[in-house]
């Protein structure tokens, strides 16, 4: 390992990744982020601007569960959708597997978010007109998997997650742990390498939430899981948690 690189230079910001685990499967490195200031619209710096993000860097390594928390505000839902390839961060680089998401175009960056990570969010965003069944089946239709595939394994995925007897059910018709599952379900269908969840037991009661939490923990063991949280319970069964306050990381543990 070099250590004669230049303070503040691309090379040093490389070292030091290196001297992180070898096999993450996000890496943030130096990401800020500005609302308002892309599209010309704005400037950098512009009063209309709102930093949200200020040089965050952390892993999430291999079949870890990393937990973020931090008060509203922080920036936490920021890094999600940075991570899922949503928004493109004003500096620094998201890497997924060592695939830069920046660097990706628009329709690229769509294929690796629709193919390699799973999101969980707050509120379930489930269609509500469709069933159980046709909203887990749903991101398999955008990769084209024939229709008797998708109800098959959309079956298993529910079956898996203890909603065998709920797939013709519409999302009204379930309890909001239920519509979790349906979601968490959703966001395995097309086997994703990362989950990246937003406050996922934030809408349900202890013991719903607790439930949620363990079936988020049992399908995270093979992948990464990157889950913001107000929960303690959430940031117990994390393997390490980041802090952020204002935008920055605080600290990590
Ligand atoms: P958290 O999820 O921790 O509550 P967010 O990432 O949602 O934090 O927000 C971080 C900061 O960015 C906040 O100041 C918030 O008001 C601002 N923000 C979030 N989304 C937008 C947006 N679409 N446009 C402008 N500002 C935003
Ligand atoms: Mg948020």
Not at 69 to 82: D, W
Not at 201 to 230: I, K
């Amino acid at each position: 390992m070099s250590n004669q690189s230049v303070h503040g230079s691309r090379s040093s910001a490389r070292d030091r990744a290196d001297e992180r685990e070898s096999t993450a499967a996000v890496r943030l490195e130096g990401v800020t982020h500005e609302y308002g200031s892309t599209g010309g619209r704005f400037r950098s710096g512009d009063e209309r601007t709102v930093t949200a993000l200020r040089d965050v860097s952390f892993d999430v390594p291999e079949g870890m569960i990393v937990g973020l928390e931090g008060p509203s505000g922080s920036g936490k839902s920021t890094v999600l959708h940075a991570v899922a390839g949503l928004l493109v961060p004003t500096s620094g680089s998201v890497e997924l597997r060592e695939t830069d998401l920046a660097a990706l175009s628009d329709s690229e960056r769509t294929r690796v978010r629709r193919h390699h990570i799973g999101i969980v969010f707050q509120r379930f965003h489930l269609l509500p007109s469709l069933s159980a069944r046709a909203n887990v089946a749903l991101p398999l239709v955008q990769s084209g998997v024939p229709r008797a595939d998708r109800r098959a394994r959309a079956t298993a995925l529910l079956e898996e997650v203890g909603l065998g007897d709920r797939t013709t059910h519409l999302p009204g018709e379930l309890s909001g742990g239920e519509r979790q599952r349906v979601a968490i379900a959703r966001a395995l269908s097309t086997d994703p390498d990362v989950i990246v969840a937003d406050e996922p037991t934030g809408e349900l009661d202890t013991a719903t939430g607790a439930d949620v939490l363990e079936l988020l923990t049992d399908v995270g063991r093979d992948r990464a899981v990157l889950v913001a949280s107000h929960d303690e319970a959430t940031l117990e069964v994390a393997d390490r948690v980041v802090t952020l306050c204002d935008g920055r990381v605080d600290d990590v543990r």
